[in-house]
């Protein structure tokens, strides 16, 4: 029976379009999302948006007038780390409908048991790229320039240390070369 080449293409690309479509009111409800966390005295509450970003901060109370400020700055990042992980559970809640996208695609596409990996799903397309391993060269020569820099750097190292001990064997000749008289003379 030959294969619906078409018909897997077309199940696919509606599989990514719909994909995309939820991402995308995924991100617009994200973009809008805010969460909003109050202190335990109801002190002060602070609203911060999806990326983290403090969005407002209310005092109902002056009582942060009196706190110590080592107090009150405790009192703040207290609040502000429960509103960021208010709204890092929004998002993760938003993401977790996206986790095993490859594994519905597959599926649809009657493509199970293929690789999981979508480099290893796209290497047949990538092989007939006019740039194909180009990558992978240049990873090859990159990592052979740093062990080229660093046999030079270790060459260098030793040739330093022989010219430090050349040094020091030229300075322990040249007080053995000063006459033993003329040495009384120069150290008093």
Excluded: C, W
């Excluded at 911060?48 to 700055?73: D, I």
């Amino acid at each position: 029976m030959p294969i619906d080449f078409d018909g897997i293409l077309k199940d696919a690309m509606s599989a990514l379009h719909d994909h995309r479509d939820k991402m995308l009111a995924a991100k617009r409800e994200l973009d809008a999302a805010t969460a909003t966390a109050t202190s335990k005295d109801h002190m002060v509450s602070v609203t911060v948006g999806p990326q983290g970003q403090v969005v407002s901060m209310t005092f109902h109370t002056k009582a942060y007038q009196s706190m110590a400020p080592a107090e009150l700055a405790a009192a703040l990042v207290t609040v502000l780390n429960e509103a960021r992980a208010a709204m890092g559970s929004q998002v993760i809640e938003h993401i977790k409908g996206f986790q095993d996208f490859g594994g519905h695609l597959r599926s649809v596409t009657g493509l199970a048991g293929t690789p999981v990996e979508m480099d290893e799903l796209l290497k047949p397309l990538r092989s007939m790229a006019p740039s194909f391993g180009l990558e992978e060269t240049l990873g090859e020569l990159k990592a052979a320039k740093q062990e080229e820099f660093a046999a030079e750097d270790d060459a260098a190292a030793g040739r330093a240390g022989e010219q430090k001990a050349r040094q020091e064997e030229f300075a322990a000749e040249a007080e053995s070369r000063i006459p033993t008289g003329k040495q009384e003379q120069f150290s008093g």
